[in-house]
């Protein structure tokens, strides 16, 4: 059984996952309205990733006997001036859920769940791997500036991404 304090922890944390999922479909909504196909398959593949990192705690919250309690999930942005604008807010979304986690990590070791512990780090080392991706993403476009044919290069790249499920402890 999860301690009530880390079980509300773990409760938001599903919601800020499930918060992701609905920010990353909002941003693909914007990248089908001005036809950038291939981020918008980058999104559609952050948005499978981010339901099932939501999908892994919510499924860790019943093994240990514990409650899910679903949250109401806020709006998100649906509007961007560019492209490098919309991945520098993704940029700051994820460093923002690495903060959510470790805020949930240090929960857990405060009141010594070890078994918690030891489930969030699969989530720690995905953190690092979200924030170097969209930090290459971001320095691809800083390097593109405003130019149309590099931009357009670069969406039929980010289109072969594929989605392949994690393996959740």
Known sequence: ???????????????????SEYLY?????????INLQGF?????????????HAMGLFNYVHERNAKVTLQQIAQPK???????????????????ITSKINELISIA?????????????????EQVEEESNVSNILKTLKLICND??????FDKELASRVYTAPEIN
């Open 40 to 52: 918008k398959n980058w999104m559609n593949v952050q948005i499978q990733e981010e339901h099932a």
């Open 25 to 33: 479909l909002s941003m693909a909504a914007y990248f089908e309205r």
């Open 148 to 153: 149309n044919n590099c931009l357009y290069m």
């Open 1 to 19: 059984m999860l301690n009530e304090k880390l079980e509300q922890a773990f409760n938001d944390q599903i919601n800020a996952e499930f918060y």
């Open 109 to 125: 070791e405060e009141v010594n769940d070890r078994a918690a512990v030891i489930f969030l780090d699969w989530y720690v080392k």
């Open 78 to 96: 649906n509007d961007w001036e560019s492209t490098l604008e919309l991945f520098e807010d993704v940029y700051k979304h994820e460093q923002y």
